[in-house]
């Protein structure tokens, strides 16, 4: 089948994110004998026109919508992004008649509530490297898709939301993010950086994170050589040496994250990353084992301060319960952050970025 994904989110602050999961399901559906096109709206200028050239151009069979965020997650200045995502599905249904199937972690967290506000039948939730290739055999057979894994159907006529659960892939080691799809190097020349998974899911059950719901609740790590060949792979294919490390928590399960910076460390004196951390899991030699791997700042949970606001945003006990070692606390302190900036800028190097 002809397959087109578009990539709806055009967000650009605090910076553009580049759709690392639309390349690992492209990719995945390319290795399955799909014909697949993938068009990003971050920085288009013109959605609507761009949506119409590329379906004129592809015709595809399929059209898969990726949905990164709910809203900006800047309140009280919030702005939703459902009629930006409304404008989008409308864009392709105007210009072809080939069913369209949501995805993305915006549409992960609200299935029921996506698939009739836009009019969608069909939605993967959960990863979709598996799911949306099952997808597009039923929808090539004409059957139905109500009993596949991690597929969310809506009942247009009884107004009815079906949501099977995710089917979780048990390695991750099988699938990978071709980054052919997408210009990396516009992104890194408009102020963003490449991103990079070494795990997905996390165990801790923070109410105010989506992570768990997205990903999975049980952490499933990559092999840290295959995340070395990836760094190795941007920066001398991409000629990207910046990257976020896009997991729920960098140093989690305990060990882990050592055997990743000892991977990466023969590549750390030519790279610069940046992470998020759990205070309850970090030590001195953790620390300098990021430094020496490349790692320039970190950002860790903060528990809420205002009694009222405690009950319901609660952070995993695990991540703030008692006071945290004294590496560990300077681990997570503006002091290491800025102890991580400098020792990026050493001679031969280039200075890190400004860190927002």
């Known amino acids: 089948m002809r397959v087109l994904f578009v990539s709806a989110n055009q967000e650009h602050s605090p910076d553009p994110v580049a759709p690392l999961g639309v390349c690992y399901v492209a990719t995945a559906t390319a290795a399955a004998g799909h014909d697949v096109h993938v068009l990003d709206l971050c920085f288009s200028t ?29 309140y009280p200045d919030t702005v939703s992004y459902l009629p930006h995502y409304r404008r989008v599905v409308a864009a392709c249904r105007a210009s072809s008649s080939a069913p369209v199937v949501l995805g993305g972690s915006a549409f992960t967290t609200m299935p029921a509530f996506y698939l009739p506000a836009l009019g969608v039948p069909y939605g993967v939730v959960g990863e979709g490297e598996v799911a949306f290739v099952e997808l597009l055999a039923r929808l090539a057979a004409g059957a139905p898709a109500y009993d596949v894994g991690g597929i969310a ?32 190097a516009r992104y890194f020349a408009r102020g963003g950086m490449a991103n990079l998974q070494t795990k997905r899911g996390c165990h801790y059950k923070c109410t105010f994170c989506a992570y768990p719901v997205i990903e999975g609740r049980g952490m499933r790590t990559r092999d840290p050589a295959a995340v070395a060949a990836e760094v190795r792979l941007l920066l001398d294919t991409h000629g990207i040496d910046q990257f976020f490390v ?30 998020f951390v759990t205070p309850g899991n970090f030590s001195a030699a953790l620390l300098d084992a990021m430094l020496a791997a490349g790692c320039q700042s970190t950002s ?7 009694p009222r606001c405690a009950p319901s945003a ?13 590496s560990a606390a300077f681990a997570a302190s503006p002091s290491a952050i800025a102890c991580c900036l400098a020792a990026r800028a050493r001679p031969g190097t280039r200075s890190p970025r400004p860190s927002r």
Do not use: K, Q
């Open 46 to 74: 013109a959605p609507d026109a761009d949506i119409h050239a590329a379906i004129a151009a592809h015709r595809p069979d399929v059209i898969g919508v990726s949905l990164r965020n709910v809203d900006n997650c800047a």
């Open 314 to 326: 609660r952070a995993s006990p695990s991540t703030t319960s008692g006071p945290p070692p004294p």
């Open 153 to 184: 159907a809506w009942d247009a006529a009884g107004e009815r939301v079906t949501v099977s659960p995710p089917a979780w892939l048990p390695s991750l080691d099988v699938i990978r993010a071709d980054r052919r799809w997408i210009d990396g």
């Open 246 to 275: 896009v997991d729920s928590v960098f140093n989690a399960p305990r060990g882990y994250a050592e055997r990743v910076c000892a991977a990466l460390a023969p590549l750390g004196r030519h790279i610069r990353w940046s992470c």
């Open 300 to 306: 860790a949970p903060t528990p809420p301060r205002r």
